[in-house]
């Protein structure tokens, strides 16, 4: 029990035990083995007229314990027809108690004890059998004789659920069972892991399963035997228990119902089972609230369902005559489901990558992308073909939420977005093709249908047309700008590539669309103008860059000539520009701009009136500027033929067009400006569209605009001119008509929140460019526009009347009436900005919400909307509930807000404000490390009685409204926090949004798959709501998006269009009757206080305030629809054509699939495509890499040579986790091995180390040339790069060279014989092996078709070699042709003998014979010459990982833990064979000489020529000295296996203790590092440590605190355990003795400081002042406190994690303890994955009166805060967050350790440092000696100890 690494993955009972000899299992009665012919093996059956006389034991005395702890039991076994069977297992509860779980089929009913509990059992049958019929139809009689058609059944049982659920108590291990008569069992085990029988271990990888991912398929040895072609469930039964079916009785054990489609009621659960499922929080915190009750969480059991591996379909744009792909997302369940037109589709195979990681739909056509929600890496792709996608059975039988897709992108409100200078005319010019943010919108101008193109991640910034309008390229903004090609009458992107700059501002089409033109800043913030042929883009060619060019000269504009393709121009500020593309390169001259150069210029356009027939002499370019000059110019002379400029007037139209001079005044900017054949078409600054005759004689028709015109573009027709404004707008003026049509207005900023007027069809809108404007939900024209100088932050519609209301971020509250554009009211309440604003739906009220925390009540049945009531500090502070902070229920009777705190949700009586509950949050995950507040509200319809929370922990609470009992819980509902939710009138769906996507939801989470997300926002959506008919749903944000909601309605659910009959329920079954709530508590009127710590302070705003009524907008618009415009300026306001149909678009909708991301598909072929994921080899052998979620920190800055503060001094461990990482050469005395990513090179004589330091990442393997000069080490590759291999000189300690080679982690290295040759083999991910020179030349590589494990180079013959692996023996000859090498290799697979296996392990032995092991335990011996296998024999019953052999002695370590030395120099005689033989059949003897058992798998080995003693490292972090000769073993160096949690000096600095996350106390001495004892607790971490003050070594004790809430005191003389106290309930995580001595503080998980007595063991007091935070450090120092005005001889203080800081003076003996401060530093709200920097506060060795914090906050730092001052003397600012801290009590030297894997080094004096990159993962730990001239640092479980030297 002292390891349990051994059990993993599973225990063979059977084997375990030998129950064959019977000596540690026992038999009773009829029991007797005998060949099944169904399973084709030995099975034992159990016969006997009375069950309990016959039976088979497991272990035989029941004293003894088999001591299994796995979680689940599988039971292979068949009951006999006809007949009883009962099992009795044995299982201990981690409380010492034994229960007895039975099942049988004489069981009537379920019975419980505290000891014992009985399940009946319900005999399946054979398929479609007439038992089967009846048992389904009967409903009764279940329980009683097996059937006769009874067959083989594959049982599994949850232990640890089973004796959660029924009595209550935690799993700990399996100690016994009992089989009784009647059956037939094959074997039995147990494991972790949620295993299929249904599923082959080809299947299995395939699929992707694993068991990292807790699941994968059943061992071989304990499968039934499937032939070809036959499903396992036709032949056998599965049944698990706690059974996913719902068949009746539901306490029993039972066949799961294999097709959960069939039935109607498959998702319900049974009330009785949900009820005792419940898991109770039976401590409720009861000073963090006004009223808590006892909330109940219904958790389901967790199924691990493996994601379906299906091909991705591409992604583009979506029109209205095509129908795409959608892909299913499912967060509950954590699996995905793609359905998808196939004829539409690429195969891919997904590949790991972070959580980030976002798949997306693109068509055909397009390329592929590594697309995630923060990044976009997008690169030139050939089209690839169109496979067609079958769908799996697998995939058809998951149930999902239906229609799919269930939303449909209809209309998008906005235009913009990164520029507003792109809007293009159609060649037909009946389309506008414009951006909108990330989606590219194509809208018909006579009935505004849209449709889209969709693809981008990030909002586009440039478009362009060919000259027929048929391709479309597209770009977007980014530090790596994508542009995209389209088709634009199909809408399908034809590619994509990525051009190496950013700021991409400008694109053009050649009119040929051959060429394409792009204009953008490369690195150096230089232009860069690239020019790409595009000619065969749209058959299927790719992109190639023509010519590329970098110049300082600035560049606005760039055109191609239409009249030839070579030709181009450009303007900018300062010159205009004609450039060439000739021969690759690109040229360009400048137009001599004489007195005008230093115009800034804007646009250019030629007049394409000529044909390109003409010659260029008649070619004409026009330019425009912003000081208002237009210029003409001849383009073959290079010369100006005129300028122009445009000036105010006094009259307008006026002034002549002549060439003006420059002393008449500024002149008006013209930004944009196109020529058409008969007239110009200008666009300018004062918001003009101007139209001039080409001599520019005059004006002859013109249009103003609301803001600047940005762009100007003249259809190919000359009838129509494109205008585009920077405030958003988009129109066009028909010249013959006269008239103007308005497309599109848009927000010019990020839309804040919006309300829906269902009558009307309105739709009003708040944002952050201060304006509200209202909008027609049918035609998108923009209604009215209000214009306030105080910004608007929330809207609210009446529900009836055609009034609205709009809060303001002064506070102020405006209500106006819509049909008489009054102004009814306005309330100056509010002192914050306004967070929530609502109506009651029965329009009688309206509510209002600060960010001050006032809540205000006004009757709005009144005209004067008078106030009602306003209550203080009633909501939470702050802004980032905003807009939709309050929630009203559908019977207008309750409002729900996030408050007094973030961690509250209170209900509240609508008609008077009065507090009816409220709920803490905060505390209904106990195990979280990290408090959850809330964020969003939402009221569920009225029926339901539901009110939904949102939390920060990315989680939904289902909330009874009236009880307050937790009846629900969703977790991971978004990547990001859920920004706004809302739920459908019938209570059939949730709508969320969380960062860009919208998600919908079904409600009662009763499918396979309950969501479908959809993207298209560009940036965090703001608010998302049904539409009040429930057909629509509206998200805001960076626009305006309609969609159209698809949903069946209720009397349609049946139809035969849907696959599933789905049964809706208003409720979820689990809510149970809440007989045990408590009353609720009753507001008296008075305003609160002050509202409950912690809280951040709020953000600082910049408040505008308006005094005046009149004033409250300063405009008021009104749109007329039928505008005109005749020859004299009109305003162009109107937008004027009514809607036709709308559009039946589609949008893009993506899944997130956990661990993987695109392809990156960069010229890779059609067959690549289809590769399957690299699956983990099945054997430990195999170098998996610890996770971890830390990156290096590439800004740090290590210091010179010979100028460190600190040295490294020792590396206290070895890494277990490596394989063949250590290396020792007995005759020249050299013993290294690795412990992180260090290299230590230990002297055995003398204990001392040389560290050779230049790796980043977790060493792999180690290899040492036979003269022992050199040792070569192997690490991975860090964010994305290659694997480093490192060559030493051992003699000097430096890095002679290296070697970065092979994609992933390097699994083997190894010298040839002479050292002429070096061999490297990558990882499962690359199973290459790469042959070099001794100088590092690559030789020769070969990729294996299958993961490498082992190899090595044969002692005899220099050219031959071998490597093993999963495909069998690969035998490598090297062959030398004068300078050339090639390697031959000749591949064998494992003999049939020994079964399916993977190879594991070689060694040659003599000349002519190799060694291979098996993870089956097995040794194979091979002919070299022949490549036959021509022995095998079992050497082990587990996985044998190390094989050495010296003369004739072969070493074999395996997983089981035995180390065995055996004589094998019998096998020199063996003749070759026909085929393989066992040993027992050959006649040869191989001799087991000697065995040992070691404290882990093996998985280093080195060894002396003779074999009689050797060094052998273990997974336990041990490296062991064995003595053949004498048997015996030394421990050379020991280290944790688990994460450390604490190390600590004591305080004569004599030991050091160390504790870690196996439950693991150890005290190593000093100096030589040795370990002197260990106290190991079972089943529990341990999280920290400390020494008692005494000095002497008789009197010192260590004290330890563990996840139990328990402290255990030991002594270090006797070695013994002293006391064990139990003062906490949860997990301590930090424990201090008092300065004296006299006492023990700890502090808890759950913010509680207990005092503890050392002598009694009695709690004295405890401290709850930190309730609910955990605690993160406790310190103690003497310091007389009369200076600070308290009695008190010591301090103490506290840190806990919600940043609060406690100091408190004391004195023990008189039993005082006072609070001397408090401090609390703010933060803001912290929105990572993981959890936020610990809080960390220590007193300042030198001047105690000083404290030092760091933690999350505003800033990175590190604060010094004076006790006696109150206030911050000092701040020492930090690059990172600190994970860890400690002061040193000389030279004022401050060490902080950070999760970027960095050791900072800091005087805290003059704020001088340094950096230390020795660690592979992030520092968790780090301390300074008592005297300052040690530091230990701790990265998981490497332990640096530093010799401190100065800064």
Same mark, same amino acid.
């Given at each position: 029990m002292a390891?349990k690494?051994?059990?993993?993955?599973?225990?063979n009972?059977?084997?375990?035990?030998r129950?064959?000899?019977?000596?540690?299992?026992?038999?009773?009665?009829?029991?007797?083995?005998?060949?099944?012919?169904t399973?084709?093996?030995?099975v034992?059956?159990i016969?006997?007229?009375v069950?309990?006389?016959?039976?088979?034991?497991?272990?035989?005395n029941?004293?003894q314990?088999l001591?299994?702890v796995?979680?689940?039991f599988?039971?292979l076994?068949?009951?006999?027809?006809?007949?009883?069977f009962?099992v009795?297992?044995?299982v201990?509860?981690?409380?010492?108690q034994?229960v007895r779980?039975s099942?049988?089929n004489?069981?009537?009913?379920?019975?419980?004890?505290?000891?014992?509990?009985?399940?009946?059992?319900?005999?399946?049958?054979?398929?479609?059998s007439?038992?089967?019929?009846?048992?389904?139809?009967?409903?009764?009689g279940l329980?009683?004789?097996?059937?006769?058609?009874?067959?083989?059944t594959?049982?599994?049982?949850?232990?640890?659920?089973?004796?959660s659920?029924?009595?209550n108590?935690?799993y700990?291990?399996?100690?016994?069972i009992?089989?009784?008569a009647?059956?037939?069992?094959?074997?039995?085990?147990?494991s972790?892991?949620?295993?299929?029988?249904g599923?082959?271990f080809?299947?299995?990888?395939?699929?992707?399963l694993?068991s990292?991912?807790?699941?994968?398929?059943?061992?071989?040895?304990?499968?039934?035997?499937?032939?070809k072609g036959?499903s396992?469930?036709?032949?056998?039964?599965?049944i698990k228990?706690?059974?996913?079916g719902?068949?009746?009785?539901?306490?029993?054990?039972?066949?799961?119902?294999?097709?959960?489609?069939?039935?109607?009621?498959?998702?319900q659960?049974?009330?009785?089972?949900?009820e005792?499922?419940c898991?109770s929080l039976?401590?409720p915190?009861?000073?963090?609230?006004s009223?808590?009750q006892q909330?109940t969480?219904?958790?389901?059991l967790?199924?691990?369902?493996?994601?379906?591996?299906t091909?991705?379909?591409?992604?583009g744009?979506?029109?209205?005559?095509q129908?795409?792909?959608?892909?299913?997302?499912?967060?509950?369940?954590?699996?995905?489901?793609?359905c998808?037109?196939?004829?539409?589709?690429?195969?891919?195979t997904?590949?790991?990558?972070?959580e980030?990681g976002?798949?997306?739909?693109v068509?055909p056509?397009?390329?592929?992308?590594?697309?995630g929600e923060?990044s976009?890496?997008?690169?030139v792709c050939?089209?690839?073909p169109h496979?067609?996608h079958?769908?799996?059975?697998?995939?058809?039988?998951q149930?999902k939420?239906?229609p799919?897709?269930?939303?449909?992108l209809n209309?998008i409100?906005?235009f913009g977005g990164?520029t507003?200078?792109?809007a293009?005319?159609?060649?037909s010019g009946?389309?506008?093709?414009y951006p909108?943010?990330?989606?590219?919108?194509?809208?018909?101008?006579?009935?505004?249908?849209?449709?889209?193109f969709?693809?981008?991640t990030?909002?586009v910034?440039?478009?362009?047309?060919?000259?027929?309008?048929?391709l479309l390229?597209?770009?977007?903004i980014?530090?790596?700008?994508?542009?995209r090609?389209?088709?634009?009458?199909?809408?399908n992107?034809?590619?994509?590539?990525?051009?190496?700059?950013?700021?991409l501002?400008?694109?053009?089409?050649?009119?040929?669309?051959?060429?394409?033109?792009?204009v953008?800043?490369?690195?150096?913030n230089?232009?860069?103008?690239?020019?790409?042929?595009?000619?065969?883009?749209?058959k299927?060619g790719?992109?190639t860059?023509l010519?590329k060019?970098h110049t300082d000269v600035?560049?606005?504009?760039?055109k191609?000539?239409?009249?030839?393709?070579t030709?181009l121009?450009s303007c900018g500020?300062?010159?205009?520009?004609?450039?060439?593309?000739?021969?690759?390169?690109?040229?360009?001259?400048?137009?001599?701009?004489?007195?005008?150069?230093?115009?800034?210029f804007?646009?250019?356009?030629?007049?394409?009136?000529?044909?390109?027939?003409e010659?260029?002499?008649?070619q004409?370019?026009?330019?425009?500027?912003?000081?208002?000059?237009?210029f003409?110019i001849?383009?073959?002379?290079?010369?100006?033929r005129n300028?122009?400029?445009?000036?105010?007037?006094?009259q307008q139209?006026?002034?002549r067009?002549d060439k003006q001079?420059?002393?008449?005044?500024p002149?008006i900017p013209?930004n944009?400006?196109?020529?058409?054949?008969s007239?110009?078409?200008?666009?300018?600054?004062?918001?003009?569209?101007?139209?001039?005759?080409l001599?520019?004689s005059a004006?002859f028709?013109?249009?103003?605009?609301e803001?600047?015109?940005?762009?100007v573009s003249v259809?190919?027709?000359s009838?129509?001119?494109?205008?585009a404004?920077?405030t958003?707008?988009?129109?066009?003026l028909?010249v013959?008509?006269?008239?103007?049509?308005?497309l599109?207005?848009?927000h010019?900023?990020?839309?804040?929140?919006?309300?829906v007027?269902?009558?009307?069809?309105?739709?009003?809108?708040?944002?952050?460019?201060?304006t509200?404007?209202i909008w027609?939900?049918?035609?998108?024209?923009?209604?009215y526009d209000?214009?306030?100088e105080d910004n608007?932050?929330?809207?609210?519609?009446?529900?009836s009347e055609q009034?609205?209301?709009?809060?303001f971020?002064?506070?102020i509250?405006?209500?106006f009436?819509?049909s008489?554009?009054k102004l009814?009211?306005?309330?100056?309440q509010?002192?914050?900005?306004?967070?929530?604003?609502?109506f009651s739906?029965?329009?009688?009220?309206?509510?209002?919400?600060?960010?001050?925390g006032?809540l205000?009540?006004?009757?709005s049945?009144?005209?004067?909307?008078s106030?009602?009531?306003?209550?203080?500090?009633?909501?939470?502070?702050?802004?980032e509930?905003?807009?939709?902070?309050?929630t009203?229920s559908?019977?207008?009777?309750?409002?729900?807000?996030?408050g007094p705190?973030?961690y509250? *949700?209170?209900?509240? !009586? &609508?008609?008077? %404000?009065?507090?009816l +509950?409220?709920v803490? /949050?905060?505390i =209904?995950?106990?195990?979280?490390?990290r408090l959850?507040?809330a964020?969003?509200?939402c009221?569920?319809?009225?029926?339901?009685?539901?009110?939904?929370?949102?939390?920060?922990?990315?989680?939904?609470?289902?909330?009874?409204?009236?009880?307050?009992r937790?009846l629900?819980?969703?977790?991971?509902?978004h990547?990001h926090?859920c920004?706004?939710?809302a739920?459908?009138?019938?209570s059939?769906?949730?709508?969320t949004?969380g960062h860009?996507?919208?998600?919908?939801?079904d409600?009662?989470?009763q499918?396979?798959?309950?969501?479908q997300?959809f993207i298209?926002?560009?940036?965090?959506i703001c608010?998302?709501s049904?539409?009040p008919?429930?057909?629509?749903? *509206?998200s805001v944000? !960076? &626009?305006?998006? %309609?969609?159209d909601? +698809?949903?069946?309605? /209720?009397h349609? =659910?049946?139809?035969?269009r849907?696959?599933?009959?789905?049964?809706?329920?208003?409720?979820?079954?689990?809510v149970?009757?809440?007989?045990?709530?408590?009353?609720v508590?009753?507001?008296?009127?008075?305003?609160?206080?002050?509202?409950?710590l912690?809280?951040s302070?709020?953000?600082?705003?910049?408040i505008?305030?308006t005094d005046?009524?009149?004033?409250?907008?300063?405009?008021l618009?009104?749109?007329d629809?039928?505008?005109?415009i005749?020859?004299?300026?009109v305003?162009?306001?109107?937008s004027?054509?009514?809607?036709?149909?709308?559009?039946?678009?589609?949008?893009?909708?993506v899944?997130?699939?956990?661990?993987?991301?695109p392809?990156?598909?960069?010229?890779?072929?059609?067959f690549?495509?289809?590769g399957k994921?690299?699956v983990?080899?099945?054997?430990?052998r195999h170098?998996?890499p610890?996770f971890?979620?830390?990156?290096?920190?590439l800004?740090?800055?290590?210091?010179?040579?010979g100028?460190?503060?600190?040295?490294l001094?020792a590396?206290?461990?070895?890494?277990g986790?490596?394989?063949n990482n250590m290396?020792?050469?007995?005759?020249q005395?050299l013993?290294?091995?690795?412990?992180?990513?260090?290299?230590v090179?230990?002297?055995l004589?003398?204990?001392?180390?040389r560290h050779l330091?230049?790796?980043?990442?977790?060493?792999?393997?180690?290899?040492?040339?036979?003269?022992?000069q050199?040792?070569?080490?192997?690490s991975?590759?860090?964010?994305?790069s290659?694997?480093?291999?490192?060559?030493?000189?051992?003699?000097?300690?430096?890095?002679?060279?290296?070697v970065s080679?092979?994609?992933?982690?390097?699994?083997?290295?190894?010298?040839?014989?002479?050292?002429?040759?070096?061999?490297?083999?990558g990882?499962?991910s690359?199973?290459?092996?790469?042959?070099?020179?001794?100088?590092?030349?690559?030789?020769?590589?070969?990729?294996?078709?299958?993961?490498?494990?082992?190899?090595?180079?044969?002692p005899s013959?220099?050219?031959?070699?071998?490597?093993?692996?999963?495909q069998?023996?690969?035998f490598?000859?090297?062959?030398?042709?004068g300078?050339?090498?090639?390697?031959?290799?000749?591949?064998?697979?494992a003999p049939v003998?020994?079964g399916?296996?993977?190879?594991?392990a070689?060694?040659y032995?003599?000349?002519?014979?190799?060694?291979t092991?098996t993870n089956?335990?097995?040794?194979?011996?091979?002919?070299?010459?022949?490549q036959?296998?021509?022995?095998?024999?079992?050497?082990?019953?587990g996985?044998?990982?190390v094989?050495l052999?010296r003369?004739n002695?072969?070493?074999?370590g395996s997983?089981?833990?035995?180390l065995?030395?055996w004589?094998?120099?019998a096998?020199?005689?063996m003749k070759?064979?026909?085929k393989?033989?066992n040993?027992e059949?050959?006649?040869t003897?191989?001799?087991?000489e000697q065995?040992i058992?070691l404290?882990g798998?093996?998985?280093?080995?080195a060894?002396?020529?003779t074999m009689?003693?050797?060094?052998?490292?273990?997974?336990?972090g041990?490296l062991?000295y064995?003595?053949?000769?004498d048997?015996?073993s030394i421990r050379?160096?020991?280290?944790?296996?688990?994460k450390?949690?604490?190390?600590?000096f004591?305080s004569?600095?004599s030991?050091f203790?160390?504790?870690s996350?196996?439950?693991?106390?150890?005290?190593?001495?000093?100096p030589?590092n040795?370990?002197?004892?260990q106290?190991?607790?079972l089943?529990q971490?341990?999280?920290?440590v400390c020494?008692?003050p005494s000095s002497s070594?008789?009197?010192?004790?260590?004290?330890?605190?563990y996840s139990?809430?328990?402290l255990?005191i030991f002594r270090?003389?006797?070695s013994e355990?002293e006391?064990?106290?139990?003062?906490?309930?949860?997990a301590?995580t930090?424990?201090?003795?008092s300065a004296k001595?006299?006492?023990?503080?700890?502090?808890?998980?759950?913010?509680?400081?207990?005092?503890?007595?050392?002598?009694?063991?009695?709690?004295?007091?405890v401290i709850?002042?930190h309730k609910?935070a955990p605690?993160?450090?406790?310190?103690c120092?003497?310091?007389?406190?009369?200076?600070?005005?308290?009695?008190?001889?010591?301090?103490w203080?506290?840190?806990?994690?919600?940043?609060?800081?406690?100091?408190?003076?004391?004195?023990?003996?008189?039993?005082?303890?006072?609070?001397?401060?408090?401090?609390?530093?703010p933060?803001?709200a912290?929105?990572g994955?993981?959890?936020?920097p610990?809080s960390?506060a220590?007193f300042?060795p030198?001047?105690?009166?000083?404290?030092?914090?760091?933690?999350y906050?505003?800033?990175?730092?590190?604060?010094f805060y004076?006790?006696t001052?109150?206030?911050?003397?000092?701040?020492?600012?930090?690059p990172?967050w600190?994970?860890c801290?400690?002061?040193s009590s000389k030279?004022?030297?401050v060490?902080?350790g950070?999760?970027?894997?960095?050791?900072?080094?800091?005087?805290s004096?003059s704020g001088r440092?340094?950096?230390f990159?020795?660690?592979?993962?992030?520092?968790?730990t780090?301390?300074?000696s008592p005297?300052?001239?040690l530091?230990f640092?701790?990265?998981y479980?490497?332990i640096?100890l530093?010799?401190?030297q100065?800064?």
């Amino acid at each position: 029990m002292a390891s349990k690494g051994w059990q993993h993955p599973y225990v063979n009972i059977f084997k375990h035990v030998r129950v064959e000899d019977w000596k540690k299992s026992a038999k009773e009665g009829d029991v007797s083995a005998y060949t099944d012919k169904t399973l084709k093996c030995s099975v034992f059956r159990i016969r006997g007229p009375v069950p309990a006389n016959s039976y088979i034991l497991v272990p035989k005395n029941s004293n003894q314990s088999l001591g299994l702890v796995g979680r689940y039991f599988y039971l292979l076994f068949r009951p006999t027809p006809g007949k009883y069977f009962v099992v009795h297992l044995d299982v201990a509860a981690e409380e010492g108690q034994v229960v007895r779980i039975s099942f049988s089929n004489m069981f009537k009913e379920f019975k419980s004890t505290a000891t014992w509990l009985q399940f009946p059992f319900l005999c399946g049958a054979a398929k479609d059998s007439v038992y089967e019929s009846t048992a389904k139809s009967a409903r009764h009689g279940l329980v009683g004789p097996a059937p006769t058609s009874v067959r083989w059944t594959c049982l599994m049982l949850d232990l640890q659920f089973t004796l959660s659920v029924y009595l209550n108590r935690c799993y700990s291990h399996l100690k016994s069972i009992k089989l009784c008569a009647n059956m037939a069992v094959k074997n039995m085990f147990t494991s972790d892991l949620l295993l299929d029988p249904g599923v082959s271990f080809s299947e299995a990888k395939l699929l992707g399963l694993a068991s990292s991912q807790g699941t994968g398929p059943i061992p071989r040895d304990m499968s039934f035997p499937v032939p070809k072609g036959v499903s396992w469930h036709d032949l056998y039964d599965y049944i698990k228990f706690p059974s996913e079916g719902t068949k009746l009785p539901f306490d029993s054990i039972q066949k799961d119902n294999p097709r959960p489609e069939a039935s109607c009621v498959s998702s319900q659960r049974s009330p009785i089972r949900e009820e005792s499922r419940c898991v109770s929080l039976s401590k409720p915190i009861q000073d963090r609230v006004s009223l808590i009750q006892q909330i109940t969480t219904s958790k389901s059991l967790s199924r691990n369902q493996t994601p379906v591996v299906t091909s991705i379909p591409e992604r583009g744009v979506v029109s209205t005559h095509q129908k795409v792909g959608w892909l299913c997302h499912n967060d509950d369940q954590q699996q995905e489901l793609a359905c998808f037109n196939p004829h539409q589709l690429t195969s891919r195979t997904p590949c790991d990558t972070d959580e980030s990681g976002v798949h997306v739909f693109v068509h055909p056509e397009d390329a592929f992308s590594k697309h995630g929600e923060e990044s976009e890496e997008e690169f030139v792709c050939s089209p690839a073909p169109h496979p067609v996608h079958l769908l799996s059975s697998k995939e058809t039988k998951q149930r999902k939420l239906l229609p799919d897709p269930i939303l449909r992108l209809n209309q998008i409100i906005g235009f913009g977005g990164a520029t507003t200078k792109y809007a293009l005319w159609t060649r037909s010019g009946d389309a506008v093709v414009y951006p909108c943010h990330a989606i590219i919108v194509s809208m018909k101008i006579s009935s505004n249908q849209q449709r889209f193109f969709i693809g981008h991640t990030d909002k586009v910034s440039a478009l362009a047309f060919n000259g027929n309008t048929t391709l479309l390229a597209s770009a977007q903004i980014g530090t790596h700008a994508v542009v995209r090609v389209w088709n634009y009458h199909k809408g399908n992107c034809l590619t994509m590539f990525r051009i190496h700059a950013h700021s991409l501002s400008s694109l053009c089409f050649s009119h040929s669309g051959g060429v394409l033109c792009g204009v953008g800043k490369d690195s150096h913030n230089k232009t860069m103008v690239v020019v790409w042929n595009t000619l065969n883009v749209s058959k299927g060619g790719e992109v190639t860059i023509l010519a590329k060019a970098h110049t300082d000269v600035d560049i606005h504009t760039m055109k191609v000539a239409f009249f030839d393709e070579t030709r181009l121009v450009s303007c900018g500020r300062g010159n205009i520009r004609l450039w060439r593309v000739r021969n690759g390169t690109l040229r360009s001259c400048p137009v001599n701009l004489g007195e005008y150069s230093s115009l800034d210029f804007t646009d250019v356009a030629f007049e394409e009136g000529n044909s390109s027939s003409e010659h260029l002499d008649d070619q004409t370019l026009f330019a425009s500027s912003r000081s208002g000059h237009i210029f003409e110019i001849d383009y073959s002379r290079v010369v100006i033929r005129n300028v122009r400029r445009l000036l105010p007037a006094q009259q307008q139209h006026a002034e002549r067009r002549d060439k003006q001079t420059f002393n008449t005044g500024p002149g008006i900017p013209i930004n944009s400006i196109s020529v058409s054949s008969s007239f110009c078409a200008t666009g300018s600054e004062d918001g003009f569209l101007r139209l001039w005759p080409l001599d520019f004689s005059a004006v002859f028709l013109e249009a103003e605009h609301e803001g600047p015109v940005s762009l100007v573009s003249v259809s190919s027709d000359s009838l129509k001119v494109l205008a585009a404004t920077s405030t958003g707008n988009l129109g066009f003026l028909d010249v013959s008509s006269r008239g103007y049509n308005t497309l599109m207005r848009s927000h010019t900023d990020t839309v804040l929140g919006f309300s829906v007027d269902g009558i009307r069809r309105h739709l009003t809108t708040a944002s952050s460019d201060g304006t509200v404007r209202i909008w027609n939900m049918d035609s998108l024209h923009q209604l009215y526009d209000f214009v306030s100088e105080d910004n608007p932050c929330s809207v609210a519609f009446h529900p009836s009347e055609q009034v609205f209301s709009c809060g303001f971020s002064s506070g102020i509250i405006r209500v106006f009436d819509i049909s008489s554009a009054k102004l009814l009211a306005e309330h100056k309440q509010h002192r914050g900005e306004v967070v929530g604003l609502a109506f009651s739906p029965d329009g009688e009220f309206m509510y209002s919400a600060d960010s001050q925390g006032s809540l205000a009540l006004y009757n709005s049945s009144e005209e004067d909307y008078s106030v009602i009531r306003v209550a203080h500090n009633m909501v939470t502070r702050g802004s980032e509930h905003a807009p939709d902070a309050l929630t009203v229920s559908s019977d207008s009777r309750c409002l729900a807000f996030v408050g007094p705190s973030e961690y509250i *949700v209170t209900i509240a !009586d &609508a008609r008077t %404000l009065d507090e009816l +509950l409220h709920v803490d /949050v905060s505390i =209904l995950d106990v195990e979280s490390p990290r408090l959850d507040s809330a964020l969003k509200v939402c009221f569920a319809p009225a029926s339901t009685e539901h009110l939904l929370v949102a939390t920060s922990a990315n989680k939904i609470l289902w909330v009874g409204a009236k009880t307050g009992r937790l009846l629900r819980e969703m977790s991971k509902v978004h990547k990001h926090q859920c920004s706004s939710l809302a739920v459908s009138d019938d209570s059939r769906f949730l709508l969320t949004a969380g960062h860009n996507a919208v998600k919908v939801w079904d409600y009662n989470m009763q499918f396979d798959i309950n969501s479908q997300m959809f993207i298209g926002h560009s940036q965090p959506i703001c608010q998302v709501s049904f539409t009040p008919d429930q057909l629509g749903v *509206v998200s805001v944000g !960076d &626009a305006i998006f %309609l969609w159209d909601f +698809l949903a069946h309605p /209720v009397h349609s =659910l049946t139809d035969n269009r849907s696959p599933l009959r789905v049964s809706y329920t208003s409720a979820p079954e689990s809510v149970q009757p809440d007989a045990e709530a408590s009353g609720v508590q009753m507001s008296t009127g008075m305003p609160r206080q002050t509202a409950p710590l912690p809280s951040s302070p709020p953000p600082q705003l910049n408040i505008s305030t308006t005094d005046q009524v009149d004033q409250a907008f300063g405009s008021l618009s009104l749109c007329d629809d039928t505008p005109t415009i005749p020859t004299v300026p009109v305003q162009a306001t109107g937008s004027g054509l009514s809607p036709g149909p709308r559009p039946s678009t589609s949008f893009l909708k993506v899944t997130e699939l956990v661990n993987t991301s695109p392809l990156n598909t960069s010229h890779i072929d059609s067959f690549e495509l289809k590769g399957k994921k690299p699956v983990r080899p099945d054997c430990y052998r195999h170098f998996i890499p610890r996770f971890k979620t830390s990156t290096v920190d590439l800004a740090a800055v290590t210091p010179k040579p010979g100028e460190e503060g600190i040295k490294l001094k020792a590396v206290i461990g070895y890494n277990g986790n490596g394989r063949n990482n250590m290396v020792w050469s007995p005759d020249q005395g050299l013993f290294a091995y690795s412990c992180g990513c260090v290299v230590v090179v230990e002297y055995l004589h003398t204990g001392s180390q040389r560290h050779l330091q230049g790796h980043s990442e977790e060493i792999s393997c180690l290899a040492v040339t036979n003269d022992a000069q050199t040792v070569a080490s192997a690490s991975g590759g860090s964010n994305g790069s290659k694997s480093l291999i490192c060559f030493w000189d051992i003699q000097n300690g430096t890095c002679r060279n290296t070697v970065s080679y092979h994609s992933g982690a390097v699994q083997s290295l190894a010298f040839s014989r002479d050292d002429r040759f070096f061999l490297s083999v990558g990882d499962f991910s690359d199973p290459e092996v790469a042959l070099w020179s001794s100088k590092l030349q690559l030789l020769s590589s070969v990729s294996a078709s299958g993961p490498i494990h082992d190899a090595a180079f044969s002692p005899s013959a220099a050219s031959q070699l071998a490597c093993v692996g999963s495909q069998g023996v690969y035998f490598c000859l090297i062959h030398t042709h004068g300078l050339d090498v090639d390697l031959k290799v000749q591949s064998v697979k494992a003999p049939v003998e020994v079964g399916d296996v993977e190879l594991t392990a070689l060694c040659y032995h003599m000349d002519s014979f190799l060694f291979t092991a098996t993870n089956r335990g097995h040794v194979c011996v091979w002919d070299v010459n022949t490549q036959r296998c021509i022995m095998t024999w079992e050497a082990d019953e587990g996985e044998i990982g190390v094989l050495l052999c010296r003369g004739n002695r072969l070493l074999t370590g395996s997983n089981s833990r035995w180390l065995r030395l055996w004589e094998v120099e019998a096998i020199q005689g063996m003749k070759p064979q026909e085929k393989v033989c066992n040993v027992e059949d050959s006649g040869t003897t191989v001799v087991l000489e000697q065995e040992i058992m070691l404290d882990g798998t093996t998985v280093s080995a080195a060894f002396d020529n003779t074999m009689d003693m050797g060094i052998v490292g273990t997974t336990a972090g041990t490296l062991w000295y064995i003595n053949w000769s004498d048997n015996s073993s030394i421990r050379l160096v020991s280290g944790h296996k688990t994460k450390v949690n604490d190390v600590v000096f004591s305080s004569d600095e004599s030991h050091f203790a160390t504790c870690s996350e196996d439950g693991s106390l150890r005290i190593w001495s000093v100096p030589n590092n040795e370990l002197v004892v260990q106290f190991q607790v079972l089943n529990q971490a341990c999280g920290c440590v400390c020494w008692s003050p005494s000095s002497s070594k008789d009197n010192a004790c260590v004290a330890a605190g563990y996840s139990d809430g328990t402290l255990r005191i030991f002594r270090l003389a006797s070695s013994e355990m002293e006391m064990k106290l139990h003062p906490h309930h949860v997990a301590v995580t930090a424990i201090q003795y008092s300065a004296k001595g006299h006492v023990i503080l700890s502090g808890s998980k759950n913010g509680l400081v207990a005092v503890s007595s050392p002598v009694n063991g009695t709690t004295i007091r405890v401290i709850r002042d930190h309730k609910g935070a955990p605690i993160t450090t406790i310190q103690c120092v003497n310091e007389e406190c009369k200076n600070y005005g308290l009695d008190g001889n010591e301090m103490w203080l506290a840190a806990s994690a919600d940043r609060r800081v406690s100091v408190w003076a004391v004195n023990w003996l008189k039993d005082k303890c006072d609070l001397l401060d408090w401090m609390t530093f703010p933060a803001p709200a912290y929105f990572g994955d993981d959890s936020p920097p610990p809080s960390l506060a220590a007193f300042y060795p030198a001047d105690p009166s000083l404290v030092a914090y760091t933690g999350y906050g505003i800033e990175k730092e590190l604060l010094f805060y004076s006790l006696t001052k109150k206030q911050l003397m000092k701040k020492i600012a930090l690059p990172d967050w600190a994970t860890c801290f400690s002061l040193s009590s000389k030279s004022q030297l401050v060490a902080v350790g950070s999760k970027e894997r960095v050791l900072k080094l800091i005087k805290s004096s003059s704020g001088r440092f340094q950096d230390f990159l020795q660690h592979s993962d992030s520092l968790q730990t780090c301390h300074f000696s008592p005297s300052g001239m040690l530091l230990f640092t701790v990265a998981y479980n490497e332990i640096l100890l530093w010799e401190v030297q100065g800064l």
